[in-house]
């Protein structure tokens, strides 16, 4: 019997080791392909990026063209996203958690959140070029733009939130409950607080995937280089940079229009442009983090 049971502790160990080097494998060959694509963006692109006056020419500067306005309407069209999609996926993943009854109407809704989810980016921008742009009247436009970005994004932040809200422990609320305050005071000042490390680390990851967004995008802001004067005082002018109902062309929209036009160095500023998006996605992760990090320490007081 002792024999036995230590062949079979000697097959069990072989099977853990066996098992823990093919996951170790794949997590390396993941590891070793993300780095793969970052080295050779940079490659191509970095010196092209660092060329003096490619982050602050205009783009219509025949001499050196650079990316100033399409990196201004990047972080543009992500505030305003941001400012849309935020307080809708807050709402929606409290209700959801702490609200809404176990029924056949809480069931359809995280059925549309999970197959919004799902949409191909590209359905997105042609239902907004449809509905915001046509049917709102708002034209080819920042805000029809982030529109269609706000919905891109809500699914993936109200699944967020609404994870971090379930993670924190339930005696926490039953405590809450217990003292005498009501669900709304329990939810604002005890699950908020606790989970707002998951959900700011949950929506600055979803900035950088919204920051990289195009197909979305060429229906619903336009693909046409920006004319910006930040000078202008007028609001309602094309030229103004704030001016949300003009058209706007990002880093990613971009990159895909200089691929589609094969002029005569194009691909060397869409791979500076390239390396430069990439740049700031990776920003947003390592962000992400330290933001994570940082309110985790300062909640929990560790």
């Given at each position: 019997?002792?024999?036995?049971?230590?062949?079979?502790?000697a097959?069990?160990?072989?099977?853990?080791?066996?098992?823990?080097?093919?996951?170790?494998?794949?997590v390396?060959?993941?590891?070793?392909?993300?780095?793969?694509?970052?080295?050779?963006?940079?490659?191509?692109?970095?010196?092209?990026?660092?060329?003096?006056g490619?982050?602050?020419?205009?783009?219509?500067?025949?001499?050196?063209?650079?990316?100033?306005?399409?990196?201004?309407?990047?972080?543009?069209?992500?505030?305003?996203?941001?400012?849309?999609?935020?307080?809708i996926?807050?709402?929606?993943?409290i209700?959801?958690?702490?609200?809404?009854?176990?029924?056949?109407?809480?069931?359809?809704?995280?059925?549309?959140?999970?197959?919004?989810?799902s949409?191909?980016?590209?359905?997105v921008?042609?239902f907004?070029?449809l509905f915001?742009?046509?049917?709102?009247?708002?034209?080819?436009?920042?805000?029809?733009?982030?529109?269609?970005?706000?919905?891109?994004?809500?699914?993936?932040?109200?699944?967020?939130?609404?994870?971090?809200?379930?993670?924190?422990?339930?005696?926490q609320r039953?405590?809450?409950?217990?003292m005498?305050?009501?669900?709304?005071?329990?939810?604002?000042k005890?699950?908020?607080?606790?989970?707002?490390?998951?959900?700011?680390?949950?929506?600055?990851?979803?900035?950088?995937?919204?920051?990289?967004?195009?197909?979305a995008?060429?229906?619903?802001?336009g693909?046409?280089?920006?004319?910006?004067?930040?000078?202008?005082?007028?609001?309602?002018?094309?030229t103004?940079?704030?001016?949300?109902?003009?058209?706007?062309?990002?880093?990613?929209v971009?990159?895909?229009?200089?691929?589609?036009?094969?002029?005569?160095?194009?691909?060397?500023?869409a791979?500076?442009c390239?390396?430069?998006?990439?740049?700031?996605?990776?920003?947003?992760?390592?962000?992400?983090?330290?933001?994570?990090?940082?309110l985790?320490?300062?909640?929990?007081?560790?």
């Amino acid at each position: 019997m002792t024999r036995d049971l230590d062949a079979h502790a000697a097959k069990i160990g072989k099977q853990d080791k066996i098992a823990t080097g093919i996951l170790t494998l794949i997590v390396g060959l993941v590891l070793a392909l993300l780095a793969a694509i970052v080295v050779y963006i940079l490659f191509q692109g970095l010196g092209k990026m660092l060329t003096p006056g490619f982050l602050t020419n205009s783009p219509l500067d025949d001499e050196n063209p650079g990316i100033s306005f399409e990196l201004f309407d990047s972080f543009y069209m992500l505030l305003w996203t941001l400012l849309f999609s935020v307080p809708i996926s807050l709402g929606a993943a409290i209700f959801l958690v702490e609200y809404a009854p176990e029924n056949w109407v809480t069931a359809a809704a995280k059925t549309a959140i999970e197959t919004l989810s799902s949409l191909p980016s590209i359905v997105v921008g042609m239902f907004g070029s449809l509905f915001f742009v046509v049917v709102c009247n708002f034209h080819v436009s920042i805000l029809s733009g982030a529109l269609a970005l706000t919905m891109f994004n809500i699914p993936i932040l109200v699944r967020t939130i609404q994870q971090a809200l379930e993670d924190v422990p339930r005696s926490q609320r039953d405590a809450s409950l217990a003292m005498g305050l009501t669900r709304w005071e329990t939810t604002t000042k005890i699950l908020l607080p606790a989970a707002m490390p998951a959900i700011v680390t949950g929506v600055v990851i979803s900035a950088g995937r919204v920051f990289g967004e195009a197909a979305a995008l060429i229906f619903t802001s336009g693909s046409a280089p920006a004319r910006l004067n930040f000078a202008s005082t007028n609001f309602g002018s094309p030229t103004n940079p704030w001016n949300i109902f003009r058209p706007a062309e990002t880093m990613a929209v971009h990159i895909w229009k200089l691929r589609m036009e094969p002029s005569q160095g194009n691909d060397v500023i869409a791979w500076g442009c390239a390396a430069m998006l990439m740049i700031c996605i990776l920003l947003f992760n390592v962000l992400a983090r330290v933001l994570g990090k940082a309110l985790a320490k300062k909640m929990t007081a560790e």
